[in-house]
């Protein structure tokens, strides 16, 4: 009798454990497709600012000081933007619906196309972007959208955390297996006891809140699982003077570990995003 | 002296404040066209053809993709470019909308202004 009732309370247990986690999956999908559809629902109205503060501050009938403001309107409403793209993406790795669409390539395009987004953004900082690439192609497999997306996300945390007049170095090199893409900056830095948490979702260093008030917290979190997607690594570490070192490292498409296409879930992402 | 004749550009946009502002944009560079629904792009198409067409996905009736895929039917329509300006940008969207025969498809809230006048230079210059 008491062999039948510990077998029959395991029973229950395990049911019990099994009926919480099915609650979880559900309200964990519940979220995430929330999160998605407030996302979609506000990239009309926010398109919509955007564009209006985008005719403004262009156009002649404003002075000086309303063309500042429409300015620093279009400047919140591509805070928003970047805050309502991260909240998609992860929702997106969270629901497990991002495809990895790889395909051999030159990551010299990668580079290339992120940094010349970006070029205009450290210009107005007065940062110096120096870009550095091999004169023979970097043949890699990978989804050019979601490695723009990460090389972008780096540039672009480096020229948002580097001060006027700073200077940021993009390298594209070849190791013996792996293509490695470094940023260096000369900006605020990390602290030895933040590296460990940088790609956990919404964390921001006091450091980050300090210099930069908004910012989803998501960006690194984001770029960890896209390159989880491509089986590459991603750390962060500080610079030896200043500043900041940010590598990313993927297979060759000739090295030993070449990956074929492949689709991830972000939930559990093993320690490294794009938007 | 000598007019050039600009290159038409269709607008489907069901939002009017949207459609408004790219339109006053565009109209620096282009003869601008409006259609607020897939079937009044259609109608539009068949009288009068524009160069390039921007899509939206999300529309009343007739979605963007059903557009797309009347457009791309009938062969008097071989020459005209669609770019997808949608707000949905889901990779099986964006793989629809590529597999349907657009040029490109692209997010409209990332994109200013300025970036979708560049985007429908680059496109007809291509095809120039």
Redo the contacts between chains.
């Keep these: 009798v008491l062999i039948i009732g510990v077998f029959l309370l395991g029973s229950v247990t395990k049911e019990v454990r099994i009926q919480k986690e099915l609650a979880k999956l559900t309200l964990d999908k519940a979220k995430s497709e929330f999160v998605t559809i407030a996302a979609?629902q506000l990239?009309?109205p926010?398109?919509?600012v955007?564009?209006?503060f985008?005719?403004l501050r262009t156009g002649s009938s404003l002075d000086n000081n309303d063309r500042d403001i429409a300015s620093k309107g279009a400047q919140a409403a591509d805070n928003m933007?970047y805050i309502?793209?991260d909240l998609?993406n992860v929702a997106?790795m969270e629901h497990g619906?991002?495809?990895f669409?790889m395909a051999d390539g030159d990551l010299r395009d990668v580079v290339r196309i992120a940094t010349d987004v970006l070029n205009e953004a450290a210009k107005k900082k007065s940062i110096s972007l120096r870009v550095s690439v091999p004169d023979t192609p970097v043949m890699t497999r990978f989804d050019q959208d979601k490695m723009v997306m990460v090389a972008e996300n780096l540039v672009d945390n480096a020229i948002k955390y580097t001060p006027q007049g700073g200077s940021i170095a993009v390298e594209l090199s070849t190791g013996e297996a792996t293509a490695r893409l470094r940023v260096t900056d000369t900006g605020i830095g990390i602290s030895r006891g933040d590296s460990a948490r940088l790609f956990e979702r919404f964390f921001r260093s006091d450091r980050a809140k300090r210099m930069l008030p908004d910012g989803s917290g998501l960006g690194l979190y984001i770029v960890k699982t896209m390159v989880d997607g491509h089986k590459g690594t991603v750390r962060l570490e500080p610079a030896p003077q200043s500043g900041t070192i940010a590598t990313v490292e993927i297979p060759l498409v000739h090295g030993p570990s070449s990956v074929s296409g492949t689709a991830v879930s972000g939930s559990s992402p093993q320690g490294i995003l794009r938007? | 002296m000598t007019e050039t004749t600009k290159q038409k550009v269709l607008i489907v946009e069901d939002d009017t404040l949207l459609s408004g502002l790219l339109g006053r944009k565009l109209a620096q560079t282009y003869e601008v066209a409006y259609a607020p629904t897939g079937e009044a792009a259609l109608a539009l198409l068949a009288n009068d053809k524009p160069a390039l067409v921007l899509l939206d996905i999300l529309l009343p009736g007739m979605d963007g993709f059903e557009v797309l895929r009347h457009i791309k039917a009938d062969s008097k329509n071989a020459d005209v470019h669609v770019v997808i300006l949608s707000n949905l940008g889901e990779d099986e969207q964006v793989a629809k909308g590529k597999e349907l025969g657009a040029d490109r498809y692209v997010v409209k809230v990332s994109l200013t202004l300025d970036d979708v006048v560049d985007l429908v230079g680059s496109v007809l210059r291509k095809s120039a």
């Design positions: 979609h990239r009309t926010l398109s919509a955007r564009w209006s985008g005719l933007m309502v793209n998609l997106r619906t991002i495809q669409d938007t």
